[in-house]
């Protein structure tokens, strides 16, 4: 498990960076927090919202 950054330009280097690793593992099911209800963080929640979709 990794420490997640605060801000959300580092978050979402962070996030896709253990997706992909998810990934490359083969994992079935990933869970992700939600990221905070403010301007800076709605591209990825967009991007969460529509990965979960």
Same mark, same amino acid.
Request: aromatic share 6%; net charge negative.
């Given at each position: 498990m990794s420490v997640i950054p605060h801000d959300a &330009?580092?978050? =979402? *280097?962070?996030?896709y960076a253990e997706l992909h690793r998810c990934d490359a593992a083969g994992a079935?099911?990933?869970v992700v927090e &939600? #990221?905070?209800?403010? #301007?800076?963080?709605?591209?990825? =929640?967009? *991007?969460l919202g529509r990965a979960a979709a």
């Amino acid at each position: 498990m990794s420490v997640i950054p605060h801000d959300a &330009a580092a978050f =979402a *280097r962070a996030l896709y960076a253990e997706l992909h690793r998810c990934d490359a593992a083969g994992a079935k099911l990933i869970v992700v927090e &939600a #990221p905070p209800d403010l #301007p800076e963080w709605s591209g990825i =929640a967009d *991007r969460l919202g529509r990965a979960a979709a």
